[in-house]
């Protein structure tokens, strides 16, 4: 166990009620109120390497990089402390993260109503579209990195945090990190990492919030990309120029070929929304859909969502009401509220 949890120390008191709420890859995450201002924070504490003498300049300035990010889907970071060897970030604090809805929802056996669906997707193509130009790479977007506001509000934290380190397999406190919405470039040992990379997460992302279930829920390396294979069909040198280049392409992969019928089950999308998955989920990393590109896509055409963004606050009472009633009856079919 980490031995460096005095948060209130190293704060001298700027910051009161102070909550653990989290933790991750780089740090634990608190809740905390800033007294001077009287709002809530959400304060990220980074583990810095033992060995090293304090926390590496490279990455102090990615961090204050971040710091320019302005846009209503990031989670805007307030400040950066550095006080006794430990680098805290301070950002806004969002009512809960994505994988929490999922997880009030999926006993429910029923699903994210199809406006959330959109309205979701739609904020977070902005805010890569919004970095991608920026050429700020995300490179670990997962539910748990995608906070919701009760207004609906979605906004992607950690972003550019993870571009100073390799990717790693073990978090803070060595639990496994999940490899579920990892691109199939980065499980074959390429090193390129370019803004693709999200969008393939994001396509995950996408086909888990239609579904309230994840796409390629894969145990380990090998797993994981034979997950992606049952679907997208086994990458060769003609879906995918070069493929077999990488590191840990092996011409014995078992062969499967791609199975749209299967995607639109496991993603329970369709029409314009399953063919935005299609176009996101494509081998080679140049030929995925940009977020830019995304946005423009058919499938935003209809966009009452925009005006009309729907509350959480709303969703989550539904979502109570119906556990309530259902729980005396036997489970449903799935459906939308
Ligand atoms: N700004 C925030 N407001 C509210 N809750 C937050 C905020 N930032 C993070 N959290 C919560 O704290 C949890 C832990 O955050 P943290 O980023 O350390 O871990 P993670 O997202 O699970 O993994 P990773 O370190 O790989 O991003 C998040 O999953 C989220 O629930
Ligand atoms: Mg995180």
């Not at 990309?225 to 879906?239: C, Q, R, S, Y």
């Not at 590191?247 to 014995?252: E, F, G, L, R, S």
């Not at 995304?294 to 009309?308: D, G, I, K, V």
């Amino acid at each position: 166990m980490p031995t460096d949890l005095a948060p209130e120390q190293d704060l001298s008191g700027r910051f009161r009620s102070l909550r653990r709420i989290g933790e991750g890859t780089y740090g634990v995450v608190f809740k905390a109120i800033h007294v001077r201002d009287n709002v809530k924070c959400a304060l990220k504490m980074i583990r810095t390497d033992r060995d090293e003498e304090g926390i590496p300049s490279t990455c102090l300035r990615e961090i204050s990089c971040i710091k320019d990010l302005q846009h209503d889907n990031i989670v805007t970071l307030f400040d950066i402390i550095y006080a006794n060897s430990k680098l805290y970030m301070v950002f806004e604090f969002i009512d809960r993260d994505l994988k929490n809805l999922m997880e009030m929802l999926e006993p429910t056996g029923r699903m994210l109503p199809k406006e959330y669906v959109k309205s979701f997707m739609w904020q977070l193509l902005s805010a890569l579209s919004y970095c991608h130009l920026r050429r700020i790479v995300h490179r670990d977007l997962k539910p748990q990195n995608i906070l919701v506001s009760d207004s609906g509000v979605v906004k992607i934290a950690d972003f550019g945090l993870a571009r100073n380190f390799s990717f790693p397999s073990r978090n803070y406190t060595h639990e496994v990190v999940t490899l579920w919405y990892r691109p199939p470039e980065i499980l074959l040992g390429s090193q390129r990492y370019s803004t693709s990379l999200d969008m393939w997460s994001l396509g995950c992302i996408f086909a888990e919030i239609a579904s309230t279930k994840p796409l390629f829920p894969g145990e380990c390396e090998i797993s994981q990309l034979f997950k992606i294979f049952e679907i997208v069909g086994t990458p060769n040198n003609k879906n995918w120029p070069g493929v077999a280049d990488l590191p840990h392409y092996k011409a014995v992969f078992p062969q499967w070929s791609f199975d749209l019928n299967k995607l639109e089950e496991m993603s329970c999308l369709t029409g314009h929304g399953l063919d935005v998955l299609q176009e996101i989920l494509r081998y080679p990393p140049e030929r995925r859909l940009t977020a830019k590109g995304a946005l423009s896509h058919r499938y935003f055409l209809q966009n009452e969502f925009t005006q009309n963004r729907p509350t959480v606050t709303e969703l989550i009472k539904q979502i109570r009401m119906h556990s309530r009633a259902s729980s005396s009856s036997s489970r449903q079919e799935k459906s939308t509220f």
